[in-house]
């Protein structure tokens, strides 16, 4: 049972460009949230995304912008790149109606470096 | 909202040790906790799931205990690893899918 893939593992871009992140959730789940790790800290709630709509959002700016395909697999794009969005990007994959019981599964991240 | 705090920070142990982290929350209208590991600049691995209605949840030489009211659980390892050294976090789930809140972990070394 293949858990939750992310792709790139690594990543480096240059302040002001675009980066498109992208997520395979564990098979049997619906629902995906990304979050920004940055070093030394826990991670950070980005936004949720379920039935192909942004579900929930936390305290980011417009830069970032996501997707959900039909097959339940998401996106994460970020514009404009900043030196402060160097993070690891994570993907958390869960069931709707099952992750009081079931909880989160994470994916490996996607380490971002912007120089 | 959710505020989470994991102390100590750090840890260092000689193998063999049996050690406690904790983590405590803000908010106790939580319908269940999640322990994760972490590896560094890895992914986070779920260790155990407690739901609100459970006092302890087992797994190998991990036990996680949870107390609701006074906003607290305790992850205890018995007889500490070197392959045990990772950060350690807790997050506690609120309702359905609302994002998890995060604390800054426990990095744990265990020395051989």
């Known amino acids: 049972d293949a858990g939750v893939t992310q792709s790139p593992t690594h990543l480096i871009k240059t302040r002001g460009q675009q980066v498109t992140l992208r997520c395979s959730p564990k098979?049997?789940?619906?629902?995906v949230s990304w979050y920004q790790q940055a070093l030394g800290q826990g991670p950070q709630f980005i936004f949720q995304?379920?039935?192909?709509?942004?579900?929930q959002r936390g305290n980011f700016p417009d830069r970032f912008s996501g997707h959900q395909f039909p097959n339940y697999s998401s996106e994460l794009n970020v514009n404009a790149l900043l030196l402060g969005d160097s993070a690891l990007y994570l993907c958390?994959?869960?069931?709707?109606?099952?992750?009081?019981?079931?909880?989160?599964?994470f994916g490996s991240g996607t380490r971002l470096t912007v120089v | 909202k959710q505020e989470v705090t994991q102390i100590p920070a750090a840890l260092s142990v000689p193998e063999g040790e049996n050690l406690v982290l904790n983590c405590s929350f803000t908010?106790?209208?939580?319908?269940?906790l999640q322990w994760f590991r972490q590896d560094p600049g890895k992914g986070l691995t779920s260790l155990l799931l407690?739901?609100?209605?459970?006092r302890e949840q087992t797994s190998g030489r991990l036990n996680a205990s949870l107390d609701k009211s006074s906003g607290r659980s305790t992850l205890y390892i018995a007889a500490s690893q070197p392959g045990d050294s990772a950060t350690y976090l807790c997050?506690?789930?609120?309702?359905?899918?609302?994002?998890?809140?995060f604390g800054k972990g426990t990095r744990l070394s265990v020395i051989a």
């Open positions: 908010d106790s209208a939580i319908y269940n």
């Open positions: 407690i739901q609100s209605s459970q």
């Open positions: 958390a994959s869960s069931l709707n109606t099952g992750a009081l019981k079931n909880g989160y599964t």
């Open positions: 995304y379920y039935e192909e709509e942004e579900r």
């Open positions: 997050a506690p789930g609120d309702a359905g899918n609302t994002p998890l809140v």
């Open positions: 098979s049997g789940h619906d629902t």
